[in-house]
């Protein structure tokens, strides 16, 4: 996806030229793939603009970070009030967000004593991604050949940087071979996620997803999906799911930032239902849809507005 420059980027607290967000090869970073990172959308809703848990997604930024014992002095209102400032600035709405934490330049050993840590937010423009603009559709996908990182390698609940290593290899190989996407199964044979998407199934009425312990991220829409099921009183477990579930269940679904929520049509060619969106995936997606539009009420307060004076170049 092209990437359209905005005016700014949010650097340790000050906004700065889009082109001067620039670091040194020898960074930390660059050699060994210290970051961690958000991805975040600012919707234009009824109501004005608007960021989609926020709050949660400065969290976990800061999670991630932690995992690393990466430390800086930011906390997650500074983040928020980073990304409103951003939005705001840039004038850029609906967009994707994108903060990183991760180490500079400094000394150039595995070990990073003495490297400082750098905290950047960025905006830009940001469309569907993935699916066929049909959203009544699903995207045909495969399960992967690559498995997601083992539990005690690289951590799943850090949305790391290098971590889309793995999800590269899941992506590209999926691509290669024609599908939209991948699902990564765990290091045990369980399904996990897809390359950048939480993974849900539907089955004789009940919504199955696997549980943090498969090697998935915390996803947040992965949370909020859980919320609204919880609201209309759909059940829904988290439990291991074995492969083969893919192939017989009535429903399959992914759901992200990026991928809000998307139908999937097949598995290995092998057509779940008839490969359209289902009933069950059509109740979450009305009312995740509803809620981000603003047609719906925003009742778990999941929105930050952004003030925004001037009408929006974008949307
Ligand atoms: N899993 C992976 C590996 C991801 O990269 C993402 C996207 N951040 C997700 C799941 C979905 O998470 P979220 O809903 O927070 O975007």
Redesign the pocket.
């Known amino acids: 996806m092209a990437l359209i420059p905005t005016e700014k980027i949010w650097h340790n607290g000050k906004l700065i030229p889009w082109n001067d967000a620039k670091i040194h090869i020898m960074a930390h970073v660059v050699n060994y793939g210290s970051s961690v990172f958000e ?1 975040v959308r600012c919707y234009k809703t009824k109501h004005g603009a608007g960021i989609f848990r926020a709050q949660e997604h400065a969290q976990r930024l800061l999670d991630s970070a932690k995992i690393y014992r990466m430390y800086t002095d930011f906390n997650a209102a500074d983040i928020v009030r980073g990304m409103v400032e951003l939005c705001a600035i840039n004038h850029t709405i609906p967009c994707y967000l994108r903060p990183l934490i991760f180490r500079g330049y400094g000394e150039v050993g595995v070990n990073p004593k003495n490297v400082p840590i750098e905290v950047y937010i960025a905006n830009y423009e940001w469309g569907k991604y993935l699916g066929h603009g049909d959203a009544d559709q699903g995207v045909d996908v495969c399960v992967s050949s690559w498995t997601r990182n083992a539990p005690n390698t690289m951590p799943a609940m850090a ?1 790391a940087g290098a ?1 889309y290593m793995n ?1 590269q290899l899941i992506k590209m190989e999926a691509v290669a071979n024609g599908y939209v996407e991948g699902i990564a199964l765990d290091v045990n044979g369980y399904v996990s ?6 993974l849900f199934l539907v089955k004789n009425g009940t919504i199955y997803t696997p549980p943090l312990g498969n090697s ?2 915390g ?4 949370d909020s999906v859980i919320q609204l099921a919880r609201d209309l009183g759909l059940p829904l477990v988290q439990q291991l799911i074995p492969r083969e579930m893919l192939y017989i269940c009535d429903e399959l679904f992914f ?4 991928a809000e929520i998307t139908p999937i049509g097949s598995v290995d060619r092998i057509s779940i239902a008839d490969g359209k969106c289902g009933p069950v995936t059509r109740k979450l997606q009305k009312e995740f849809f509803g809620i981000v539009s603003g047609e719906i009420e925003d009742r778990h307060n999941w929105f930050t507005a952004v003030p925004v004076n001037q009408p929006a170049v974008i949307g």
Do not use: W
């Open positions: 991805g949305k971590n999800s996620e897809g390359s950048g998407e939480n998935v991220l996803g947040i829409t992965r759901t992200g930032t990026a």
